[in-house]
């Protein structure tokens, strides 16, 4: 996640933008555009996506900075086009091609079967033009130098692979997976199992817990909106509670608002299920996320200072 802070003429925001990343754009980028329209003095996004990808891209800004590694840990959505018989550098499009092989005719129960093999927990190698890093250093940067490296392979989920079409050499796909699937990794190696090869043509990214139907915000409608005012702009930041909208619920009265405030250590509500939840003051604003203790006492995750009037609650 990315953050700019102390921004001449900023504002304090707290919300979070469900933006329509645009294709060729990288997440930062868009993020220093979204932080320039809604003049806020900090924001984050949630998990970049490739420049060559687009679709939902959370950003937080404000207290809501402060959930974003909750977010990038969500489950998501997509829909991959791959393209197959032929494999790239980068296992995407921008890459150069390394080789190119007739793709065989495929029927439906051939493509099953071979989806199947990556449902469930599996392990995947992420392409070594990523954003992981190694000594320090993304791993990109070694790749573009020349040098060789590789990511070390790791365990990822695969909740949900369907197809969606295809053609004679592409495939679209519907992919519901963990945090830290790379669907370029997916697409290179579904392409091997067919025996051809493949590289991620086009990606979407459709949806991220807890937002699974977004009402996204093109960058076009946030400029637009910047124009009309303040007012208007603030329509499209959603509060940060909507962040959090998956967890159990705590509310507490203004004494109990208080002492979550001061970050006491308080018995846990008897009558809520001890797990993680999001706490509540009595005027309705997020106090804290909390986890219950082994005593049964309530332990803050992560407080929350939002204004008694925030721009958005």
């Known amino acids: 996640m990315s953050r700019r802070r102390h921004r001449p003429g900023a504002r304090d925001l707290h919300g979070i933008l469900l933006l329509d990343k645009p294709l060729g754009m990288s997440s930062n980028k868009a993020l220093q555009v979204a932080l320039t329209a809604l ?22 800004f404000g207290e809501a900075t402060k959930i974003a590694g909750n977010l990038l840990g969500s489950q998501k959505a997509y829909l991959a086009e791959c393209r197959l018989g032929v494999t790239t550098t980068t296992a995407d499009g921008e890459g150069e091609v390394v080789d190119q092989r007739p793709v065989p005719a495929l029927d439906d129960a051939t493509i099953e079967a071979a989806l199947t093999a990556f449902r469930g927990r599996i392990v995947q190698v992420p ?4 954003a992981l ?3 320090g250093e993304p791993l990109y940067l070694k790749a573009r130098r020349g040098e060789a490296v590789q990511a070390p392979p790791r365990e990822v989920d695969i909740h949900r692979l369907e197809l969606v079409s295809r053609t004679a050499d592409t495939l679209t796909l519907y992919v519901e997976c963990g945090s830290g699937t790379y669907i370029r990794s997916l697409a290179v190696d579904l392409g091997e199992r067919l025996g051809c090869g493949a590289h991620l043509a086009a990606l979407r990214r459709l949806w991220v817990d807890p937002f699974r139907e977004p009402v996204m915000v093109s960058l076009e409608q946030l400029q637009e909106a910047a124009e009309q005012g ?4 603030d329509q499209l930041v959603l509060p940060l509670s909507a962040g959090v909208a998956d967890l159990p619920a705590l509310h507490f009265d203004a004494e109990g608002s208080h002492a979550v405030s001061q970050g006491r250590q308080i018995e846990w509500p008897a009558e809520a299920p001890r797990e993680r939840s999001a706490a509540f003051g009595s005027d309705g604003r997020l106090l804290a996320l909390l986890d219950c203790d082994e005593q049964g006492r309530i332990r803050i995750l992560r407080g929350f200072n939002l204004p008694i009037s925030p721009v958005k609650a």
């Not at 003049?39 to 937080?60: V, W």
């Open 39 to 60: 003049r806020a003095a900090k924001g984050g996004h949630t998990g970049a996506l490739d420049p060559l990808a687009t679709g939902l891209l959370p950003l937080c």
């Open 127 to 130: 392409p070594v033009y990523s």
């Open 133 to 135: 890093k190694k000594d």
């Open 230 to 233: 303040e007012d208007v702009l």
